[in-house]
């Protein structure tokens, strides 16, 4: 497979609920993000990883729990989640260090449905 | 703050017709700018970029922008639109703030509907 992938692409989830969103990168990157997209708001910066460690967490409500594990992959953890947390939840990455920017590399998302 | 404001939420045209879609955006230091689309239930697809240099900055799909740093400009344009180019596209910028990673501001999208 090649870019950014992520699982499942669709996901449905009570409020009491436990589950994990996968994100995959292949193209060798050292950074990794996660986004939240939301109907008529703008994209969401919520966490951002560099060489596994989290330097970015934008006051996401610990309900959401990251983790990078190493480089190429990311996750975020979803407990007691709220219905104002249904969204579509992109994973991107990118190569960070050596060139003065980095473009960020998107995955399709996934669709999140609290009920 | 640094915002960025893609001036319409929805842009309708004809297929063949030319397209402008606009972004301005706030910064008192250098930026980069970039151009993404998404296609319904896909990510976000990396259009184009402007990182120095031209001021012209052509892209995939037969789309170009044009850097106009006087008027914190980023507009998107395309000669002739075809039906596969109905999307949303979203402006984003990066603060040039010497490191090499940073965030991007996303503008709200715009969405444009070609109609044959």
């Known amino acids: 497979e090649t870019g950014v992938t992520q699982t499942p692409r669709h996901l449905v989830m009570g409020m009491t609920n436990k589950k994990s969103l996968k994100c995959e990168q292949h193209l060798g990157h050292n950074a990794m993000y996660w986004y939240k997209q939301s109907a008529k708001k703008p994209l969401e910066l919520m966490f951002v990883?560099?060489?596994?460690?989290?330097?970015e967490n934008n006051s996401v409500p610990s309900r959401f729990s990251p983790e990078c594990p190493n480089s190429s992959h990311l996750f975020l953890h979803l407990h007691t989640l709220q219905p104002e947390d249904s969204a579509l939840y992109l994973c991107?990455?990118?190569?960070?260090?050596?060139?003065?920017?980095?473009?960020?590399?998107f995955g399709p998302g996934t669709r999140l449905t609290v009920l | 703050a640094q915002s960025v404001t893609q001036l319409d939420s929805q842009v309708p045209v004809f297929e063949e017709a030319p397209v402008e879609l606009r972004c301005n955006y706030s910064?008192?230091?250098?930026?980069?700018l970039f151009w993404y689309v998404q296609y319904p239930n896909q990510g976000l697809q990396l259009l184009l970029k402007?990182?120095?240099?031209?001021?012209l900055v052509k892209g995939i799909n037969g789309f170009e922008a044009e850097f106009n740093k006087s008027q914190t400009s980023f507009h998107l344009r395309k000669p002739s639109v075809h039906i596969s180019d109905t999307a949303e596209y979203f402006c984003a910028v990066r603060l040039d703030r010497g490191s090499t990673l940073g965030r991007l501001y996303f503008g709200r999208g715009t969405q444009l509907t070609v109609w044959p």
């Open positions: 402007y990182l120095s240099g031209s001021t």
């Open positions: 990883y560099s060489l596994e460690e989290r330097v």
């Open positions: 991107a990455s990118s190569q960070a260090g050596g060139r003065r920017t980095d473009t960020q590399y």
């Open positions: 910064s008192s230091v250098s930026v980069y």
